[in-house]
């Protein structure tokens, strides 16, 4: 960020095909640590990172046109935030990494199978915990919130504040009428349990819609 010396961001990314139907892949984010204070597992809130390692499976298990993928993604407490919103890692007060923001971990399982040419159908589930802050507190997973808020230098665990799960299934068929054009049928069952029980929620969503030459829009928060 221009006029802050200790706002940068570092990324890195792999991708490692060992076969023509397996893929590997991840991404580190960097946004600061200080390695003693990493290794000795103090859970220093500076130590802000994140990371995600993938898997894919192309034509699973000899099925043409079924793939399988599986992902893992985390961000410590504090990441992407900063002094103010003006200099966080965000956009018009919405996390840009993630809908989640911080303090969190999730695994998703994706898979897509086209039976035939004019017919997709892909699944999706995510399993995501977090951390969330108690109603005045900064326990590190809004990111609009400055870091000189936080309620600890140390013991800054992933997760730490109030233990919230959340649960989601998506399942859309989608089917091309035309050149571009496509009807899709969506089901989305979304269920957030927490520690605070104000906090719980089951959303259930079913859409049935036409698409011109635009892509899918996606809803998986």
């Not at 960020?1 to 397996?22: C, E, Q, T, V, Y």
């Not at 809130?45 to 898997?55: C, D, T, V």
């Not at 989608?174 to 571009?180: T, V």
Request: proline share 5%; charged share 20%; aromatic share 10%.
């Amino acid at each position: 960020m221009i006029g802050s010396p200790d706002n940068a961001l570092i990324g890195l990314d792999f991708k490692w095909n060992p076969s023509r139907h397996l893929s590997f892949c991840g991404q580190f984010l960097l946004d600061e640590m200080a390695v003693s204070n990493l290794v000795n597992g103090s859970g220093w809130w500076g130590n802000k990172i994140a990371g995600q390692l993938g898997l894919k499976y192309i034509d699973a298990v000899g099925i043409p046109n079924l793939d399988l993928q599986v992902e893992s993604n985390f961000a410590r407490p504090y990441t992407y935030s900063h002094e103010s919103s003006f200099t966080n890692f965000s956009h018009y007060r919405q996390p840009l990494a993630h809908p989640l923001g911080a303090n969190f971990s999730e695994i998703i399982f994706l898979a897509r199978y086209q039976p035939i040419p004019k017919l997709a159908i892909n699944g999706k589930l995510i399993m995501a915990n977090q951390g969330k802050d108690p109603a005045g507190l900064n326990y590190g997973s809004n990111v609009l919130l400055p870091y000189s808020t936080r309620e600890n230098d140390y013991d800054n665990t992933l997760g730490r504040g109030v233990e919230t799960k959340i649960r989601l299934i998506d399942i859309t068929a989608s089917s091309q009428l035309r050149h571009n054009f496509f009807i899709d049928l969506k089901q989305i069952v979304r269920k957030m349990d927490s520690e605070n029980n104000g906090l719980d929620q089951t959303t259930v969503y079913t859409a049935l819609s036409l698409r011109l030459n635009i892509a899918q829009r996606l809803l998986d928060f």
